[in-house]
């Protein structure tokens, strides 16, 4: 009953200095319900995307979002992008305070800015952004934001995501989609977005969709990407219409041949360049060296510069243009390659793909615009070789996680097809250390290590190679897990082509290796940086259990032993198998060393919500294992 009353009171002091009129969005009227995990709430979001007869468009926006903590001060800044076809008609903004009280004048330095919409190591580009990033001291507070943007539509409508992560919840979100009678829109609903409602008027049908109440997903250990679990609408046109190209949308074949038709004629060379290229492969012994051949070449001769110009930056610039220049984006160099290839008769293919390595999969079932890299497909005999032409230091062949395992669309003469890139398993996708200790009678050793990484566990060397000697350093000793250690030697390698090899080589002098307890010294088994993080057994579950990368992870330790000690006590082997992976550890004296073995083999896949605890009781057996302690005593 007092902190009612103490609330009455406090909304009466704030209604004395503020109309009833200005109060908006005050936390108060927000349901308990939505609070719950929750770090941010979308109050209301109304989008309206409309299009006419003559492909021109206008959308608008009208979204207030409640920030509970900071936690959610990203979610608060706005990003309106445009381009040298589109303008942002108006975009305005508001603030206010827990009570709903507009506190916008109060943020007197906070205006829209207009920056370039690319990474600064874009050349030239016409895309840009309005941006609105406020700062705030206090939580909770919300935002209110305002605007409108006049665009063309060629190949794609805006998607709509109300919900844009975890951990916030919504209390009401519509999107409404108006086109011409004429035009027939193509939708996919994804994670239980409501039933469409649908309307029309005049020459124009209205389909809108609403969202309510929808409360705040909290992020677990293992969870689904975000994608999996929020609520999300993909549109798309039927028709596509540009320039002289005029084609139905329906398929992923005709993606394809529009998309054909903005790189069609663009990779052109000049003749002394097909000179060149066929006297470098003169000499090839077969067609797999020969692509090789032409690929150092192109790394060699090029380096990645953004060029994000004319239809929404999705035209290569021409081959010989980046043959000229020495630079292009991941369009231009793509298409560059294919020209070099076609210079030697060999046939390759620009192909479109979503990359990075938690990305969104493609929905096969809907044909759309759900990409944004490309890469260049060459078919070899009964294989296919896939090249990353925007590094001039990826192996020959590799992908790695940026853009393995997913669908690629590739183009062909008679449009695209789907076609899923190369997929990396525990057994290629391997870590193998072999170490070696010289221990004293005091429990100080000098460690030599040489661990072998293949496929995309060789990323973690080539990372380190563009790194300066000093960095190397402080990004060693922050993963082995000896910070007061004194590093002697540390190389890295990197060698290999379609399946990378990395190797790390490193000499450390390692105070009190073993740690003393009265007259015993205790030795670590297993190295450190391979013990294995165990997340807290929440329950009850809610999300399935998603182990994203499958690996291997061996290491073999030959631990030489101090003339004045001996074992009084070696671990047992160890094997633990579950459908998660497999685990085995092996400790055993032989003369005066002490051998230890470790394998760590994990599957990658989907698992139900329910085997949690089993995956938990998995990994906590291995953590039992890997820190078990060999001891040491003097010999009698």
């Known amino acids: 009953m007092k902190s009612n009353l103490s609330f009455l009171v406090l909304l009466f002091l704030i209604s004395v200095s503020v109309k009833a009129s200005d109060i908006k969005y005050s936390i108060f009227e927000i349901p308990d319900s939505l609070k719950k995990n929750a770090n941010s709430i979308v109050r209301e979001s109304e989008t309206t995307f409309g299009v006419d007869e003559n492909f021109k468009s206008t959308y608008t926006v009208h979204y207030v979002l409640t920030l509970l903590n900071s936690k959610a001060l990203d979610d608060a800044e706005l990003r309106v992008y445009y381009d040298n076809e589109s303008t942002v008609n108006y975009l305005k903004f508001k603030i206010y305070n827990s009570f709903g009280e507009d506190i916008t004048r109060t ?32 939580y909770p507070v919300t935002v209110e934001y305002s605007y409108q943007v006049k665009d063309v539509v060629i190949f794609s409508y805006p998607s709509w995501i109300p919900v844009t992560s975890t951990n916030m919840a919504l209390q009401q979100a519509s999107y409404t989609l108006r086109t011409p009678k004429s035009r027939t829109p193509r939708m996919k609903s994804v994670n239980k977005v409501p039933e469409v409602s649908i309307s029309s008027e005049k020459e124009t049908n209205q389909y809108k969709w609403e969202i309510s109440n929808f409360a705040a997903i909290e992020t677990e250990p293992f969870s689904p990407p975000d994608y999996e679990l929020i609520p999300f609408l993909l549109l798309a046109p039927d028709y596509v219409n540009y320039n002289t190209f005029s084609n139905p949308f329906v398929s992923w074949n005709d993606f394809g ?28 012994a077969d067609q797999k060296s020969k692509i090789k051949a032409v690929y150092k070449y192109m790394q060699q001769r090029t380096r990645y510069v953004g060029v994000q110009i004319g239809i929404g930056g999705w035209q290569p610039t021409p081959a010989d243009f980046v043959d000229k220049k020495g630079y292009g984006d991941c369009k231009g160099l793509v298409n560059y390659t294919r020209a070099l290839l076609k210079a ?30 490309v890469i260049l497909c060459v078919p070899d005999q009964n294989d296919t070789i896939w090249l990353e032409c925007t590094s001039q230091k990826s192996a020959f062949g590799f992908l790695g996680s940026f853009t393995d395992n997913r669908l690629a669309l590739v183009l062909n003469d008679n449009g695209g097809t789907l076609v899923k890139t190369n997929v990396y398993n525990e057994g290629v996708n391997t870590s193998s250390r072999r170490i070696a200790v010289t ?26 190679l563009s790194e300066s000697p000093e960095d190397q350093r402080k990004e060693f000793l922050k993963h082995i897990g000896y910070s007061d250690c004194v590093i002697n030697t540390l190389k890295y390698n990197l060698n290999g082509d379609i399946i990378p090899v990395g190797t790390v080589e490193a000499e450390l002098e390692v105070p009190a290796f073993a740690s003393k307890n009265g007259n015993r010294l205790f030795i670590p088994a297993v190295a450190r940086d391979r013990f294995i993080p165990v997340p807290q057994n929440t329950t009850p579950r809610v999300n399935p259990v998603v182990i994203r990368n499958s690996f291997t992870d061996s290491d073999t330790a030959i631990i030489n032993m101090p003339a004045g000690l001996k074992a009084e006590f070696i671990p047992g082997p160890q094997r633990i198998e579950s459908k998660f992976g497999k685990y085995v550890f092996s400790a055993e004296m032989k003369g005066e060393q002490l051998f230890c073995y470790r394998m760590f083999e994990v599957h990658a896949g989907w698992y139900k919500a329910s085997e949690y605890a089993e995956f938990i009781a998995f990994l906590r057996k291995i953590a039992k294992s890997d820190q078990t302690k060999i001891v040491l005593t003097r010999k009698i």
Do not use: W
């Open 107 to 138: 943020f007197k330095s906070l205006e829209v800015t207009d920056e370039s919409a690319t990474p600064g190591g874009t050349l030239y580009s016409d895309n840009r952004c309005k941006v609105v990033s406020p700062i705030f001291a206090q």
């Open 257 to 284: 041949k529009f998309l054909s038709y903005l790189v069609s004629g663009r990779d052109q060379l000049a003749p002394e360049t097909v000179v060149k290229l066929q006297a470098l492969v003169k000499n090839c």
């Open 344 to 373: 030697v008769d060999i046939n390759s293919y620009y192909s479109l793909v979503k990359s990075g390595n938690n990305s969104a999969p493609v929905i096969e079932s809907f044909p759309s615009n759900q990409f944004d890299h």
């Open 439 to 464: 221990m004293d009678e005091a429990g100080d050793a000098t460690v030599k290590m040489f661990t072998t990484n293949k496929a995309v566990q060789s990323e973690s060397v080539e990372d380190q």
